[in-house]
């Protein structure tokens, strides 16, 4: 049960390169979340799926789009990467059916550097 | 709209010492709170949840917390910290299908 798994663990790109992060949970969990975390902000959420076929907006949207074609994958897309999108991004899954809380269990994240 | 807050950014300590970081929240009819604990480089982990029933929740490493509803509080407790223990904490309440994350609160422990 290897839970919340993300890839690359890091990355360097050029500005305007584009690239796409991984994030697979084995958990059977409906809900799955991408985070990035900046030093004195905390975690922002950028975009989330409720349920396979699904996504929604959260905090921080622009520049970034996802995909969830399958429960167990939610990829996150950069097209044209920016300066402004240095960061460390984390993936995270929560929910089966009958829970009441919200518990999230997060991958090891992504560490990028846009130059 | 739920919103969290940690009002201390940093909280030097020595070793073997009492803590306790703060978090407030704001009201709503029901509330499910959680701790979170990030080492240096690594993810987030679960370190204590509070969903229902007694307002004094124990969890991992030897950290309480205390859910006070007239307060709006959810303060994370350790009565002897240890070097290890020096991380970033994040509390946080459910919202929906989501969790509202406070701005964290870095923990350095001290020999």
């Known amino acids: 049960n290897a839970g919340v798994t993300q890839t690359p663990k890091f990355r360097v790109l050029k500005t305007g390169q584009s690239m796409t992060l991984l994030c697979a949970q084995d958990m059977n969990h409906e809900y799955m979340y991408w985070y990035r975390q900046d030093p004195g902000m905390g975690l922002r959420l950028i975009h989330y799926s409720v349920g396979e076929g699904t996504t929604a907006k959260g905090e921080v949207p622009d520049g970034y789009n996802v995909s969830r074609l399958k429960k167990q994958n939610f990829l996150l897309g950069l097209e044209s990467a920016a300066p402004s999108q240095t960061s460390v991004y984390f993936c995270a899954s929560s929910y089966i059916a009958g829970e009441i809380s919200n518990e999230q269990f997060f991958g090891p994240g992504t560490r990028l550097t846009v130059l | 709209a739920q919103s969290v807050t940690q009002l201390d950014s940093q909280v030097p300590v020595f070793e073997e010492a009492p803590v306790e970081l703060r978090c407030n929240y704001s009201?709503?009819?029901?509330?499910?709170l959680f701790w979170y604990v990030q080492y240096p480089n690594q993810g987030l982990q679960l370190l204590l949840k509070?969903?229902?029933?007694?307002?004094l929740v124990k969890g991992i490493n030897g950290f309480e917390a205390e859910f006070n509803k007239s307060q709006t509080s959810f303060h994370l407790r350790k009565p002897s910290v240890h070097i290890s223990d020096t991380a970033e904490y994040f509390c946080a309440v459910s919202s929906s299908y989501k969790l509202i994350f406070g701005s964290g609160t870095r923990l350095l422990v001290r020999p």
């Open positions: 509070y969903l229902s029933g007694s307002t």
């Open positions: 009201s709503s009819v029901s509330v499910y």
